[in-house]
């Protein structure tokens, strides 16, 4: 079968390989469509040492049951399933709590549970195995628009959903970034919450694409974009603040406006820092405010973004490549060219 490999720095290419085996506890999946993620891009660059050479990418997995390993019962050949890309131990007390995604068995405290096409052969193949325990059925959903569950719609719910609590009638949301994900944060927040929801873009063409949806957008170039997103959150600020960039510009966007006992969360990887400070009568956030850096999402979050997909509530635009013409989606997306998200679809 024809695979998508890293083959070391700026080297992506497609390579012929044996269809793998499912063992115990596996299933092999006849892959039907693959999210393409700017950590993709980012890999192709150059990962780092972390990314072995030879790794088959692809973390956005949508596909079909081909066959199953020793010991995997109930997901009958043919069923249509996305794939949770936290392939976690467990056994751990985070895992048996259900949170996945804060494992305690990944080797250290810095290290997260990785998954397809950053630790194990991703999706960017005719097929790929995968543990039974990371699948969700997602019948009569189009392929593409499964695939971008696990990653695009999964990031930002997983910081939504945890945050619904401060997202009361009268509230507001800040969205920072509408690429893929931002697109999906505007859609769920419109979907499971009554806050206001602003979104913030440099782009017009991202700034377009959710115009329909978000009550206020704005322009992430203007000088007085922080007065804007104040005056359109009621002059004290949106509780949440969902950054899915993560530069210094943004983290100075995103404290400065946060309101008092809001919380910021932080998916996007813009190697941004901010100052925390302990000064008594000024400091760089209003009290009380919670900031994080999140990690994907757990199992169970994944399940109620494929319920909200099947039942038409949340989905983006999409731009879709043949199999072959993976690489055009990964020159596309590095080029700044996909206002949704890329999905490289199979035959
Ligand atoms: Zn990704
Ligand atoms: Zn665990």
Redesign the pocket.
Known sequence: MKALKYLGPGNVAFREIPVPEPGPGQVLLKVSAC?V????VAFRADPGPALPAGLTLG??IAGTVAATGEGVNGLEEGTAVVVH?VWSCGRCRQCVAGRQNACLDTGGRQKPAHGPGTRYDGGMAEYVVTPARSLIPAPRLDPAAAAVLP??AL?PYHSIRDALGLLTPGSAALVIGIGGLGQFAVSILRAISPARIIAVDVRETARESVRGQADVVLDGTDDDVARHVLEAAGGYGPDLVLDLVGSTKTLQLATSVVAPYGTIRVPGQGNGTFRFETIRTTTSIPRGVTINRPYSGTFQDLQEVVALAREGRIGIGLQTYAFEGALDAFDDLAAGRITGRAVVTMN
């Open positions: 999210g993620c700017h950590t993709d973390h956005e890309t990653d695009a990031v």
